[in-house]
């Protein structure tokens, strides 16, 4: 069964470099058929994409997001991670990480999900 | 790049059905048969229901149904039962790769 695993610091502050990485298991990143994603909730609200990255290492951004992020993988330990500079209490979120299957031109579900791991940004 | 537009709430009681509308633009829900359809339970982890706006994955109930109109997107429950409250979002494919998600709607099994 595959299973994917959110880490990293709980407290950024402010205008620091928010970093996670989400490892997987029960399955491999380096599958042409998924992509990995990132997606992050603030408290009460709704969700917000933040992008995807495939094996081969192509990065795809929310535009409003897409200035301070970056996305990649790591095939060798089976993990991808997430960058998000310039952090302020408007990231404060938690942040899933999930597999995107890819059906081919704009399809795309994501199928499955961390647990999630909560990202307050404070001083 | 907006959120789609969702009602905050809707409800219904057990055994009826209830519709979630979601709202977009050409970009998004209008210009691509790509919208998915997510059910989240309090404190957990999204679910997909509907992927390409009606196709469901294995083991989603056909209570849950997908469609869509010009700029709008439908998720209709029929039969509600119990545990179908949750919140549930739409995300659509946005063109060069991107999603959006829409802003979520509470629905209340009364």
């Known amino acids: 069964q595959l299973q994917l695993q959110e880490s990293g610091p709980g407290v950024v502050k402010p205008s620091e470099t928010l970093s996670l990485t989400c490892t997987v298991s029960g399955g491999s990143i380096s599958s042409s058929r998924y992509y990995w994603g990132w997606i992050r909730q603030p408290p009460g609200k709704g969700l917000e994409w933040i992008g995807n990255?495939?094996?081969?290492?192509?990065?795809y951004y929310n535009p409003s997001l897409k200035s301070r992020v970056t996305i990649s993988g790591d095939t060798s330990k089976n993990q991808f991670s997430l960058k998000l500079t310039s952090v302020t209490a408007a990231d404060t979120a938690l942040y899933y990480c999930a597999r995107v299957v890819y059906y081919g031109s704009g399809s795309y579900s994501f199928d499955y999900w961390g647990r999630g791991t909560l990202v307050t940004v404070s001083s | 790049q907006s959120a789609l537009t969702q009602p905050r709430s809707v409800s219904g009681s057990p055994g009826q059905s209830v519709t979630i509308s979601c709202t977009g633009t050409?970009?998004?829900?209008?210009?691509?048969?790509?919208v998915s359809w997510y059910q989240q339970h309090p404190g957990k982890a999204p679910k997909v229901m509907i992927f390409?706006?009606?196709k469901r994955p294995s083991g989603v109930p056909d209570r849950f149904s997908g469609s869509k109109s010009d700029n709008t997107a439908s998720l209709t429950i029929f039969g509600l039962q119990a545990e179908d409250e949750a919140d549930y979002y739409c995300c659509s494919y946005a063109g060069s790769y991107t999603l959006v998600f829409g802003g979520g709607t509470k629905l209340t099994v009364l």
């Open positions: 050409s970009s998004d829900v209008g210009g691509y048969n790509y």
């Open positions: 390409d706006v009606f």
């Open positions: 990255v495939f094996y081969s290492g192509s990065t």
